[in-house]
């Protein structure tokens, strides 16, 4: 169905033709042997953009994020995050079966302040309590809408957990979009953390890939670990090359999907059948609920489904909606008067 309006993800979108000559051009070589020039062009790239020492390049973003526990905890610690983080909800129980972490899940709204944090930590050499060795914040945070991390909230966080000897870890695979939001370059957002992940595959629109960076010291006992999870790979430059010309080209524009997102959520706060607050969604994600006499949520992806347009259902009553670079205003507001005729009816 070539009009089919895809809002499931920004993960959806194609390598554009342009992105595919860059693929086709990439000098390659064995990235285990640290010998692909366009991966470490690219790790350069972002550990620069990150004011990091060092990056080093996974296949994915739950790997990043796996890895990073790997690194910054042992066995049997515990893990401060928000509520309904990617690594709680979307990673399919890997933390607990990877790193044998648990997590404490503190604050509202993909949010925490640092007291909510402080009030979470449990102190090591306690006779009962599991040892608080990391915090982590997911910016935008995907759950809660693609809401944007309040920056000072940030940096007071990090402090008191430097304070405590907790390490820090930013999921940001969406970093570029709260930069993008927020008007702040990457490197001040990703300044307080010991260790920051960035996807090249969501808004970005590259085929694959993601970035962690750090110290030099930490980046290079993240190689142990992405080997160790089957991560470590070869002539990957096909996939920096992508991740280069979309760091060129994918970034700025950004800002079109922040408006776009904003369309559709203007239109459907309009509904009696829809709860959202469009304020809050300064982002590409739209996250809105169904009242109790609305259609559930699953009813509504398949009729809107039969319309031709696509989006995913987060919960019973909840639904998510994910603006990116291969659909336009015209198709945002078309998917948004479609969602508005299928909760209706
Ligand atoms: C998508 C996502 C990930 C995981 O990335 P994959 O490449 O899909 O494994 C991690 N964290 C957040 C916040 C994400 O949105």
């Known amino acids: 169905m070539p009009d089919l309006i895809d809002l499931r993800s920004d993960t959806v979108t194609q390598p554009s033709a342009a992105m595919r000559e860059a693929i086709a051009a990439a000098p390659v070589g064995d990235d285990q ?3 692909d020039p366009t ?3 690219l790790q350069e790239r972002i550990a ?3 004011g990091k020492e060092s990056a080093l390049w996974l296949p994915t973003g739950t790997m990043a994020n796996q890895v990073a526990l790997r690194v910054l905890t042992r066995p049997g610690d515990d893990v401060v995050v928000s509520q309904e983080s990617h690594a709680v909800w979307h990673e399919t129980g890997a933390s607990a079966a990877n790193a044998g972490v648990q997590f404490t899940s503190v604050g509202s709204k993909g949010c925490f302040t640092p007291e909510d ?3 979470a930590v449990k102190p090591r050499g306690h006779v009962t309590y599991p040892p608080t060795t990391l915090v982590e914040i997911e910016n935008t945070h995907n759950r809660a809408g693609g809401i944007v991390f309040p920056q000072d909230a940030v940096e007071r966080i990090c402090t008191v957990a430097a304070e405590r000897e907790v390490a820090t870890y930013l999921d940001g695979a969406r970093l570029w979009n709260a930069a993008v939001a927020s008007g702040r370059r990457p490197a001040e957002l990703a300044a307080p953390f010991d260790l920051v992940s960035v996807a090249l595959s969501k808004g970005l629109g590259a085929p694959g890939g993601s970035v962690l960076a750090g110290s030099r010291q930490v980046v290079q006992r993240c190689v142990r670990y992405r080997r160790m999870l089957g991560g470590a790979m070869r002539q990957v430059g096909l996939f920096a090359a992508a991740g280069l010309h979309a760091l060129d080209h994918n970034v700025h524009r950004l800002a079109d999907d922040h408006a776009n997102a904003r369309v559709i959520a203007d239109r459907l706060s309009t509904s ?3 709860v959202l607050d469009s304020a809050t969604v300064r982002t590409n994600i739209v996250v809105f609920g169904l009242v109790a006499d609305a259609p559930d949520a699953p009813t509504v992806v398949d009729r809107a489904r039969a319309r031709g347009v696509l989006l995913f259902a987060f ?4 639904l998510r909606a994910v603006t990116h670079l291969d659909v336009s205003r015209p198709q945002c ?4 008067d479609v969602l508005l005729a299928v909760v209706e009816t």
């Open 333 to 336: 507001e078309r998917a948004a």
């Open 272 to 274: 009696r059948q829809i």
């Open 117 to 119: 944090f402080v009030a």
């Open 39 to 41: 991966v470490n062009l």
């Open 315 to 318: 919960g019973p009553r909840t």
């Open 48 to 50: 620069a953009i990150l």
């Open 33 to 35: 042997f640290g010998e």
